[in-house]
Structures are given as structure tokens and as C-alpha cells.
């Protein structure tokens, strides 16, 4: 698999506006509507059955709760169903769950279940389970898989699923243009299937058009396809049209518009759509101001990992504003937003921890992380980098020098062109794969032979800082390496099998714990050991000169 083609497909599947996922069906949040007496009739008859145990009807009855249709609309209730008919095997119960789970409807967010749901759903061949997941890969919480989620997506595609059949479209389209033939069938294709009303294609096309990305960027032609895929209730469609009219992105400003399509978005489970909605009625833009629907919008959003809405709820506990004041809360948000390479978060969280009496702190579990204020939780890797963002992570944690110091120093070390660090970045992601093939070795050994020899100043800081020990096969030591890590300055570089791709990450231990940095994200992921990864390759312990 094409690495950068991996990174740019993301970009584009996952917008910055979004990274949701959604139905390829109506909400199961949709308003209630007035039931006939034949639907009543219907209802009645079904949850006789479910009674009974029969699985099709316990799922036909979570449907006709979700719905409203024959009886009163009750989130609660569908849930309650779905998961009756989910444990007997039901696949559309256990997508349904899935996605109750997703959205949090019915139920509490939880990520863990909803993916457990839906895996099951779409093993026993349910395409929207498949769609589903596939985006919830894409979307994971330290690293996504790509390879599965193309193959989740190919499975949902075969089966006529038209949201699998649009992104795949948007894929092979990146392909083409990767092979720099952006005239060719991927980019017709996916025009077509969205001239057609594909919502996925739609929406892929105005990604194009958004980013300038094989075509001129055209504000108001992105906005006209965002518009035709969100009025079909894509998610990622409905955030970016919120932002277009919020910004006077391809259209006159206009803020009740905006609030209209993010409560779509944020009702349909995009977290930062969800952040969006918190920060409109705090303020009343575009609506009245409203501090208890601004908290619970934040708790919606913060509940699915923004950054952004952990740091307004830590803080309104801190002050004691919106709510009542609660240091233990406080500090429980600010950390979650803090490990996530959030500034302000950080800031306040240290200046937190400072005020906090010894009862507060054992209450929150507050300790303090000297460590990790020494790696960079900002940089994310611009294309596939990931191997020399990870030593470049590592190497600014005991050099201090920036990490798009290394990116430069390989392209000076090889003679390569630049004009700035991030076409560094690029071009040394251009020749790398080419050296390492060259070589044939490994990606590693490529950066190791450039820290014991490279005469880059960056190179020669690095090697006079820390050494390097290479494990062609992590799995075997991963007690001893686990061990150096507890128990000196030390730094792991590690590859981790993503389907056919492989992806480095770092990983260190404070205090009880280890914490993880994906380059390709912000902040640190809390993991318990180096299994919690996932498929442990090749890895490269760094540890401090005495």
C-alpha cells in the first residue's frame, strides 16, 4: 500500500471540518411521527412476539421505538430491544446497537461496544455494519486501519451498499491522480455517481473542490456538492456546509443556517460538530445563549475524545461558572484534552494540579507528568513520514531541536531540493521507500545509519544524546524492552503491522504507565503495555547516554 496515498486518502474521507462516521440510513435520533392505527396494530403485534423471544420481532420493535411509529417515540426502550434481538445473533439489531452506540442514542458513547456491535453485524454480512465500521477504523482511537477498512468497504460495495460504492470511488480516483493521471476514469467515475446522487461521491467531489485537490479549488462548486450530499444527511457533508456558512466559504455568511446543518451533524454523532453546538449557545451565535444545552453539547463532544470541548468543560468546573465548581472534574477534562497536546489544556491543568489540595489530587488521580512536557504533542506528519516522524519525536525529546530539523537533515544528507520543512517532509517521504528498497533492509536501519554517521548537525546531536539498540522482532524481547523503558530515559520506536502497511509509533513510560505518540495525530494515547498496539514489528529502543 501506497503510504501517501493511505494519508491523502484519509485527509479526504476524514475532512478537518469532520471526522464522524454515519448511517447509511435515516438517524435513529429522527422525530417521532404520528402513528396510524394500522402502525399501532403492527406495534402491538410485534412486541408480542418479541416477548416470546423471537428475534426478527424484538428488532422490529426497537425500529418501532426508535421510529415512534405505533408507539410513543423512546430511545430507551429501542436499545433495550436491540439488544435483545442482538444477543440472539440478529445482524440489523446488532447494527442498530452499533450505531446507538455511535450516536448515543438510547445509551451512553462508547466507542468499544459500538465497534463490537457492529463487527459482529458485519461479519454475518450486514452492509451498513460494514460501512459503519469501516469508517470507525478510519477513525480509531491511536491508529486506524486501512487496509481492513477497504476491505469492509470492497465487502459493503459488492453488495450494492451505494455509500461503500462513493468511497471506494473517491479512493481509486486519489489512485489515479497519485499516478498522475487525474483526467482518467477514477475522477469520471466518481463525477458520475455523484451527478447520479451518490451522497458519498457527492461528497467526495466536493472534498476536490474544497482542496483544490485534481481540480481548481473552487469554494462555491465545493459548497453546491456539499450541499447535494448533506441534504441526504452525510455527516461530513452536513459539517462542512455548517462551516461554509459560517465562514462565507462559497457563500454569503449566514449563522442560523450554520446552526441548522452543525445540530445535524452533532445529532448524527460528529464530535466536532457536537463541540460547535456547545460554543453557539454559550455565546448565542445564532441562537439564544443557553449555558446548560452549551454543557451538555460539550459533554457530548468531549465524551467522544474533542480536545477542544474537554478544555471548555475542564475549565467551566474549574471556574465554577457554567457549573458547579469541581476541581476532581476539572482536572479529569484538562487531562484528557492536556494528553491530546492541547495547549491551553496543558497550561491549565499544571496550573490546576498546583491549587489542588493532596485530597484532590488522590481524588482525580492527579500526578504529575514531568516527562511528557518533554516530547512534542503538536507535530503531525504531513504525508508518510510516519518512520522519521518517529525518530524526529524522539530525537527533539533529547536534543530539543525541532522535529522538522530531521526532515531537513535527510534531504540535505542526500542532496535533495527544498524550499521549506514541510516540502522536506514531502520529499523525503518521496525517496525513502525508494532507498529502503535500494538497500533492501529495513525503513529503520535507513534512520540508523544516519544517526551513527550523518554529519548533519542535527544527526550529531542526536547520536551524542542517546543510543540506539535494533529488535528486527519486538515480540519476542517486549518484557525487556518494556523493562528499559521503566527503567531509564527511554524512548521506543516501533513498527506496527496495519494490513498490508506498516506505521511507527512511539512509545514511552511515566510514572505507572506507558503512553503512546502516533505521529500522524496530536498528543499521547495511555496504554497499559506495548500489546494494547497491536501486530508489533521491527523497533528501535533509544535510551539516554549515562
Not at 447494527?95 to 463490537?116: F, H, W
Not at 458520475?192 to 473552487?218: I, L, M, P, Q, T
Not at 456538492?225 to 455527516?235: D, G, I, K
Not at 511507527?504 to 513510560?509: A, E, H, I, L, M
Request: hydrophobic share 40%.
Amino acid at each position: 500500500m501506497n503510504v501517501r496515498l493511505r494519508f491523502t486518502f484519509l485527509s479526504l474521507l476524514l475532512m478537518s471540518v469532520n471526522l464522524g462516521c454515519e448511517s447509511t440510513s435515516k438517524s435513529t435520533g429522527q422525530l417521532a411521527a404520528k402513528s396510524t392505527a394500522g402502525e399501532a396494530a403492527m406495534f402491538r403485534n410485534a412486541l408480542t412476539k418479541a416477548e416470546r423471544g423471537d428475534a426478527l420481532a424484538q428488532c422490529q420493535v426497537g425500529q418501532y421505538y426508535a421510529a415512534g411509529q405505533g408507539c410513543e417515540q423512546n430511545l430507551v426502550q429501542a436499545v433495550v430491544w436491540y439488544q435483545k434481538a442482538a444477543d440472539q445473533g440478529n445482524s440489523a439489531a446488532q447494527t442498530r446497537l452499533g450505531i446507538c452506540y455511535d450516536e448515543g442514542n438510547g445509551i451512553d458513547y462508547n466507542a468499544t461496544e459500538s465497534v463490537k456491535w457492529l463487527r459482529k453485524a458485519a461479519v454475518n454480512g450486514d452492509s451498513e455494519a460494514q460501512v459503519y465500521l469501516a469508517h470507525a477504523l478510519l477513525n480509531g482511537s491511536f491508529l486506524d486501519n486501512f487496509p481492513e477498512a477497504i476491505q469492509w468497504l470492497s465487502q459493503a460495495a459488492k453488495q450494492g451498499n451505494a455509500d461503500a460504492q462513493g468511497d471506494l470511488l473517491t479512493f481509486t480516483w486519489i489512485r489515479a491522480m497519485e499516478q498522475e493521471s487525474t483526467n482518467g476514469p477514477g475522477w469520471k467515475d466518481l463525477r458520475a455517481a455523484a451527478d447520479k446522487g451518490n451522497r458519498e461521491a457527492a461528497f467526495g467531489v466536493g472534498s476536490a473542490y474544497f482542496r483544490g485537490y485534481g481540480v481548481a479549488r473552487n469554494e462555491a462548486e465545493s459548497l453546491r456538492w456539499f450541499l447535494l450530499a448533506a441534504e441526504q444527511r452525510e455527516v461530513r457533508a452536513e459539517s462542512a456546509v455548517a462551516w461554509a456558512f459560517f465562514n462565507g466559504c462559497g457563500t454569503n455568511k449566514n449563522v442560523r443556517q450554520a446552526v441548522k446543518w452543525v445540530r445535524q451533524a452533532g445529532e448524527q454523532g460528529d464530535f466536532r460538530a457536537q463541540n460547535m453546538m456547545g460554543r453557539c449557545y454559550l455565546n448565542g451565535t445564532g441562537i439564544s445563549r443557553n449555558y446548560s444545552e452549551a454543557i451538555k453539547w460539550f459533554r457530548k463532544s468531549a465524551a467522544r475524545g474533542s480536545d477542544e470541548a474537554q478544555t471548555s468543560l475542564g475549565l467551566a468546573y474549574r471556574d465554577g461558572k457554567l457549573v458547579r465548581r469541581d476541581y476532581v472534574q476539572a482536572y479529569h477534562w484538562l487531562d484528557l484534552a492536556a494528553l491530546q497536546g492541547n495547549t491551553n489544556a496543558i497550561t491549565a491543568r499544571n496550573d490546576l494540579f498546583r491549587q489542588m489540595s493532596p485530597e484532590q489530587r488522590a481524588s482525580a488521580g492527579a500526578v504529575s507528568r514531568p516527562r511528557l512536557d518533554t516530547y512534542d504533542s503538536a507535530f503531525t506528519q504531513s504525508a508518510g513520514s510516519c518512520t522519521l516522524s518517529g525518530y524526529a519525536i524522539v530525537a527533539n525529546h533529547f536534543t530539543g531541536l525541532p522535529v522538522t530539523a530531521y526532515f531537513e537533515g535527510y534531504c540535505h544528507h542526500f542532496g535533495i531540493a527544498y524550499t521549506n520543512a514541510l516540502d522536506a517532509e514531502v520529499k523525503y517521504s518521496c525517496h525513502f521507500d525508494t532507498e529502503t528498497l535500494r538497500r533492501k533492509c529495513l525503513g529503520c536501519e535507513v534512520l540508523l545509519d544516519l544517526h551513527s554517521n550523518a554529519t548533519e548537525q542535527c544527526f550529531v546531536e542526536a547520536r551524542n544524546r542517546f543510543d540506539v539498540q535494533l529488535f528486527r522482532e519486538s515480540v519476542p524481547h517486549v518484557k525487556e524492552i518494556e523493562q528499559a523503558l521503566h527503567d531509564r530515559d527511554a524512548t521506543l520506536m516501533i513498527g506496527v503491522g496495519l494490513g498490508f502497511d506498516v506505521h511507527t509509533v512511539t512509545v514511552f513510560d511515566e510514572g505507572p504507565q506507558f503512553f503512546l505518540r502516533d505521529p500522524a495525530r496530536k498528543g499521547f494515547h495511555a496504554i497499559s503495555g506495548l500489546q494494547d498496539i497491536g501486530k508489533l514489528l521491527d523497533a528501535v529502543l533509544c535510551v539516554a547516554k549515562q
